[in-house]
Structures are given as structure tokens and as C-alpha cells.
């Protein structure tokens, strides 16, 4: 693999960095809501939102590097390389690729916008990293499915207007066998939604009932019973992103400023620490070059996904932890108030608040899309053929 970049590719990094210096001209922006929805707002007007789709559905043309030094670039500045949550990231893909006609017509323009947001609807109580153990039922009634069951630690149902779930709709057979895919409507009278507030103080993860809700036939994605195969797609998508490599690389940049600034910059132990981490990220930066080399035609990046997931979240909860141990006392006021402003005067370096909240909802990391132990197990297969 050639690790030097041309100087097309080298001209389309400062193109980005001006894109981000134009949107931000102060510099890096604080995180919150205001960043967010101007960051957003510019992405869409740029038409780069969706920039991993097919530019048929409204993505860009860039080519796997450009995907690449887009994604680090904007990093540095601490933002999202792509905007509008699992419609963008997830369900979009799976409708360019999977998705009828008439679905891409009536659901990519609104994702694309940002008028219409979606949440995933895969774990349930007793079916999280066991995802084939999931019990809600799909009943065919007719040109409909009636969905009655529950799901839970969904990231935004409560702000979703659409969700994408998988149900059981038969018991012969694998249990992965009798699973189907559905874009169920949030409005619908059957669903309802209530809050979980995690570790952090905040609130993004919610629990679904779905009582007699009734799904059009046409808001199925593929053939019935075959949910798991595009639902094996879809999550190396998200594993992908779950790899964290330039939210790790901008952590490790505002960890050298904050320990040369302490007396840890003394410390051989905390050095070494450092150093390893600087390693180990360096590693997963090539093998994500790998992955996305793999995935140049715009297919799914497969079991190496797992890889990244499993190597960049420890990599990332990691570097946390030492953003944390330089802060020190600093970090002590924040334990609960990621949703806002601080009720009280800051202390400490700006990212003491920051931290200690992602540090605390960063356990979940090793859960979410898949646990650990369902990523080595992938590997083993998959990668190692064993």
C-alpha cells in the first residue's frame, strides 16, 4: 500500500480544510447543539452530508482517500465527518443498495435534507449482542405486517420520525432465519417511546413498545425472513464508524498539549503509556486504510469492520481515561452535565467537561453495534478462518 498521497489528493485536503475554516473561522467550535446545526446546515448546502453514498443517491464522487482525508481533516477541528445519524449512516446505504425504487424516491430526500430522522430498532430486553434472540413479532395481515413487541436502548427514537427494525415473522427453521426487515413510521398510535437517561446525565437512549403497529408490505426491505443477511450489512457500516480514528486522533493531539503542560510531562511511566497508544493508533489508521480500500465500490467494508470496531474502541476508552488522569481534580465538577452549560463557573482545561462525560457513556462503546466478544468471534471466523 502507497502511503504517499498525490498532489490531486493533497489539493482536495486543503479544500477541505478551507470548506471547515469557512464555516468555522474562530477555529475549532465547543461542542452543542449551535455547532451542530450550523456544521449541518453547511454540509447539506454543500451537497457533502452523504459524501460515502453513490452519487446517483445524492453522495459525492470522492474516492476512498478523499473519503479518507475528508474524515481526518474535519476531525482535527473535532467535528462529525457526516451529519444526520442513522438515516446518513445506516439506513441510507441500505436503501441505495437494498432498497426499492419506490423507497429510495420517498425516503433518501428527506434523510439528505435532514427532515427526517431515524432510529434503529435491533436490541431488545434478553436480545442486545444476542440480536437472533429478538421476540418482537410481525404478523402478515394482508397488503400489512401487525408489529407488537419491544425495543430498547434506541438512540434517538425519541427525536426520530421513521425507524428501522427487524422482527420475527416465522419460528422454523434458525432463529436467524425468520427474521425481516421493516421501516416502521414513529407516528403511528402503536408506538410508544419512553426515556433512559445513561451514566452521563444525558438523554439519547430510549425504550420502544410497539403495540399493533401496522406496517405497509412496501416498507419491507428485501424478501420476508431475510432481514439478517441485509442486517449483517448494515452493522458493518456502523462498526465502521464505531472505530472512533479521528476522534481518537484528535483526543491524542489535546493529550500532548494537556500533559505538556502538567507535571505527567515528567513522568517516564505516563510517557511510555502515551507512546503505546501512539502505536496502536497508528496500527488501526492503516488497517481502517485497509477497510476502506476493500470498500472502494461502495460495498460493505465486511469483517474488518470488526476489527476496527474492537481495536478502536479500546484504543479510544483508553485515551479517555488519560485525558481524565492529566485533568485530575479538574474533572471532579462534571460527572453529570454533558446536556449543557454547567450550573457554575468552569474550572480547569476546556475539555475537562467534555471527558469526563464521554468517559462515562464511553463503557457502553464496548456493547454497542455488537459486543466485544461478538467481534473476536467474527474475526475468528471471518478473518482468521478458524
Known amino acids: 500500500m502507497d502511503f504517499a498521497f498525490t498532489a490531486a489528493q493533497e489539493s482536495f485536503r486543503r479544500q477541505v480544510a478551507d470548506f471547515v475554516a469557512k464555516v468555522f473561522p474562530e477555529g475549532p467550535p465547543e461542542r452543542g447543539a449551535a455547532a451542530t446545526g450550523r456544521w449541518e ?7 457533502w452530508q452523504a459524501y460515502k453514498w453513490q452519487p446517483e443517491h445524492g453522495g459525492t464522487a470522492w474516492t476512498t482517500t478523499e473519503k479518507y482525508l475528508w474524515e481526518i481533516e474535519v476531525g482535527r477541528f473535532g467535528l462529525p ?14 436503501l441505495c443498495g437494498l432498497g426499492s425504487d419506490d423507497q429510495r ?3 433518501l430526500p428527506g434523510i439528505l435534507n435532514g427532515s427526517e430522522q431515524w432510529c434503529q430498532g435491533y436490541s431488545e430486553p434478553g436480545a442486545g449482542s444476542d440480536l437472533a434472540s429478538l421476540r418482537t413479532r410481525a404478523q402478515r395481515d394482508g397488503d400489512h405486517y401487525v408489529v407488537d413487541g419491544e425495543k430498547i436502548w434506541t438512540s434517538g427514537a425519541h427525536a426520530s420520525q421513521r425507524m428501522f427494525a427487524l422482527v420475527r415473522t416465522s419460528t422454523t427453521g434458525r432463529k ?15 408506538v410508544g417511546v419512553s426515556p433512559i437517561f445513561s451514566i452521563d446525565g444525558h438523554h439519547s437512549l430510549n425504550r420502544v413498545t410497539l403495540t399493533g403497529v401496522r406496517v405497509p408490505v412496501t416498507d419491507r426491505v428485501g ?3 431475510d432481514g439478517w443477511t441485509i442486517a449483517k450489512g448494515l452493522l458493518t457500516h456502523e462498526r465502521t464508524g464505531l472505530a472512533f480514528v479521528t476522534e481518537s486522533l484528535r ?3 489535546v493529550l500532548k498539549v494537556a500533559v505538556a503542560a502538567s507535571t505527567l510531562a515528567e513522568d517516564p511511566c505516563f510517557a511510555h503509556t502515551m507512546a503505546d497508544i501512539d502505536i496502536e493508533l497508528r496500527a488501526l489508521v492503516v488497517t481502517e486504510l485497509r477497510a476502506l480500500s476493500e470498500s472502494a465500490d461502495g460495498a460493505a467494508p465486511g469483517a ?33 452535565t454533558s446536556a449543557g452549560d454547567v450550573p457554575f463557573e468552569r474550572i480547569g482545561p476546556r475539555y475537562c467537561q467534555e471527558e469526563v462525560a464521554q468517559y462515562l457513556i464511553g463503557r457502553s462503546a464496548s456493547i454497542a453495534g455488537g459486543s466485544d466478544e461478538v467481534q473476536r468471534n467474527i474475526i475468528a471466523k471471518q478473518v482468521l478462518g478458524l
Open 41 to 47: 446546515a453547511a454540509l447539506i448546502a454543500r451537497g
Open 81 to 94: 465527518a457526516q451529519i444526520g445519524g442513522s438515516g446518513v449512516s445506516m439506513i441510507g446505504p441500505i
Open 105 to 107: 424516491a420517498r425516503y
Open 176 to 190: 436467524q432465519q425468520g427474521i425481516t426487515f421493516l421501516l416502521i413510521d414513529m407516528a403511528d398510535p402503536g
Open 223 to 225: 424478501a420476508e425472513n
Open 251 to 253: 483526543k491524542l493531539a
Open 304 to 336: 474488518y469492520s470488526s476489527i476496527l470496531k474492537l481495536k478502536g474502541t479500546a484504543i479510544v476508552q483508553r485515551l479517555t481515561e488519560l485525558l481524565l488522569e492529566s485533568a485530575g481534580y479538574h474533572g471532579m465538577p462534571y460527572p453529570l
